[in-house]
């Protein structure tokens, strides 16, 4: 663990605490320290969900560290010139690749790179006066982790330019309504309900779920088709699969099955 990202164990659900206060802005060290956290976690069989969450009771990700950005420009420049992702991107990316599914527990302010690191996860669940937005607009910048790319994607290209040319947010039930999160809960209740998401799949086969990850991130955009043969080639992977066989199995033998991951 880093000064930034602190990891607890719950089973087989690994809890992620986000923790920069006031707002858990993503400076640059906090998203190395979540990336490696990330890696390390991805990779362990122990792991079979994780729950990315943010410290304080202001604000999952209020946004990026803004103060970072006049020594980004430079940078950022050379990263467009050499066509490479960096940062909340190349974060994003690698979570959509792992095997792990991730759920992004919202509260707070939900703002900018924290709502692109939350679109980054495979699932969301927001407390209702949680405030979701792509605010860059206000600082004559555009999103640069996804505001426009996978937010069209959830919400359709019409929402989404609402966010990103108005930069004003919305609450937690109004992202709910739109299917920007897929569950919402008083702010009571929302630590328990993203927990008890991790924890059901956390007793999916983790074979079967990342099939599911990758066909996800790899035919959204290909006609439905092919889109259909991949997913048909997917079924057989599994049903090939050593976790394929273990729920075939308990469940002609009715009882619950005990999968490996393989």
């Not at 605490?17 to 990330?38: F, G, I, K, W």
């Not at 302010?109 to 937005?133: H, I, S, T």
């Amino acid at each position: 663990m880093g000064d930034f990202v602190k990891v607890e164990r719950d089973g087989a659900v690994a809890v992620v605490t986000l923790d920069n206060p006031p707002v858990n802005a993503l400076s640059a060290r906090l998203l190395q320290e979540l990336e490696a956290e990330y890696e390390a976690l991805d990779a362990s069989e122990e792991t079979r969900a994780i729950v990315i969450r943010g410290a304080g009771e202001k604000a999952f990700v209020a946004g990026a560290d803004i103060s970072e950005f006049p020594a980004l420009r430079e940078a950022a420049a050379e990263a467009v010139e050499q066509g490479s992702a960096r940062g909340i991107q190349k974060l994003a990316f690698r979570m959509e690749e792992g095997r792990t599914p991730t759920v992004a527990q919202i509260h707070g302010y939900c703002l900018g790179g924290g709502l692109e690191l939350a679109m980054a996860c495979d699932l969301r669940v927001a407390a209702e006066d949680a405030q979701l937005g792509q605010p860059e607009i206000k600082l004559g910048l555009i999103p640069g982790g996804g505001g426009t790319q996978r937010l069209p994607r959830l919400v359709g290209p019409g929402r989404a330019l609402l966010l990103n040319l108005t930069g004003d947010p919305i609450s937690g039930r109004q992202a709910y309504e739109w299917g920007l999160v897929e569950r919402v809960v008083p702010r009571a209740e929302l630590e328990a309900a993203a927990l008890e998401l991790a924890q059901t799949l956390a007793q999916r086969s983790p074979h079967a779920m990342s099939v599911i990850k990758e066909l996800a991130a790899q035919t959204a955009d290909l006609p439905l088709r092919e889109g259909m043969q991949r997913e048909a080639a997917g079924f057989m992977r599994c049903l090939g699969s050593e976790d394929g066989a273990e729920g075939v199995s308990a469940f002609l033998e009715k009882r619950q099955p005990s999968f490996t991951g393989r």
